[in-house]
Nanobody, 118 residues
């Protein structure tokens, strides 16, 4: 059984920074590829950053140069450092395996809200 807990979100001004944290346990083994995702109401969840078991990272264009994903396998923890935040980064951020689970029984944590606003 999978358990995911995201934290670290909040309200930040444009140009600011946030550091998100995710702890995972259960059937997600320490060597799993992991990812951060985000979702805005009414839109599909999208990939923000992914990291392989070996530490290699993949980021979409909007995240390149601003977001950094890292992992601490000893603590089953996934991190996302975000800087130069923009209002369009406002969303609920989730962590999960990469690629993400699919189907009606796919498990997602509660996510953490990031709001970028003046």
């Amino acid at each position: 059984q999978v358990h995911l807990v995201e934290s670290g979100g909040g309200l930040v001004q444009p140009g600011g920074s946030l550091r998100l944290s995710c702890t995972f346990s259960g059937s997600i083994v320490k060597g799993s590829h992991m990812g951060w995702y985000r979702q805005v109401p009414g839109s599909q969840r999208e990939l923000v950053a992914a990291i392989s078991s070996g530490g290699g990272t993949t980021l979409p264009d909007f995240a390149e140069g601003r977001f950094t994903i890292s992992r601490d396998n000893s603590e089953n923890r996934l991190l996302l450092q975000m800087k130069s935040l923009k209002p369009e980064d406002t969303a609920v951020y989730y962590c999960n395996t990469f690629p993400p689970p699919t189907g009606p029984r796919a498990y997602w944590g509660q996510g953490t809200q990031v709001t970028v606003s003046t």
